[in-house]
């Protein structure tokens, strides 16, 4: 299964490393950052990537075409990716280890929204009208009145969809600032006279 993530201790400055390595208890200060990075992953949906500093590429005109509520909110036509980063559960990546917390999802449509590309797809298939001319078997129109035969249709053809990048799960400078602040916090606890 392809699942996209973040390690909360991939983001503490090389220099708060000491402290966090020194904390006897890693686990409050890694539920807390998580708790932080939580609040950011909304946040980035919230905000459609501006929180970061790089707004989200606008949807298609066909991907609005397609949407059930003919919704603008990028990402959020149904809420499952966001809901999935931000619950624990289902599709949510919520690693607590001693010394190391990762967040995600497993949903998979999320590495490609996260980081971009191109999905290549046939035309569903399924069934076709057709009608008798003298010349054989044509397709019928839909607005064709005249006695018509249905017969099952693989076909279609071959396209591309390319799916911008819009990456949710980021870690910016402040957010590293904060993590770094939350850990420095904690050890600091343990110095107390």
Known sequence: MSDVSISVLDHVSPM?????????????????????????????????????GDNWPPL????????????????????????????RGGDSIYELTD??????????????????????????AGSARLRNTRKGSRFAKQTFKGKTRTVAWAGGKAFEIHIPARPFLVATEKDKEEIG????????????A
């Open 16 to 52: 708060l490393r000491g402290a966090v390595k020194a904390l006897k208890d890693q686990k409050p200060a890694l539920r807390t950052s998580g708790a932080y990075m939580y609040r950011a992953v909304i946040e980035q949906f919230r905000t459609e990537g501006a929180r970061s």
């Open 60 to 87: 298609s005109k066909a991907t609005i075409r397609g949407r059930r509520k003919k919704s603008r909110a990028i990402l959020q036509d149904t809420g499952r990716l966001r809901r999935s980063v931000v619950s």
């Open 99 to 124: 010394t190391s917390l990762r967040i995600g999802t497993n949903v998979e449509y999320a590495r490609i929204h996260q980081k971009g590309g191109t999905i290549n797809r046939v035309s569903r």
């Open 181 to 192: 602040k939350i850990f420095l916090r904690h050890a600091l606890k343990g110095f107390k």
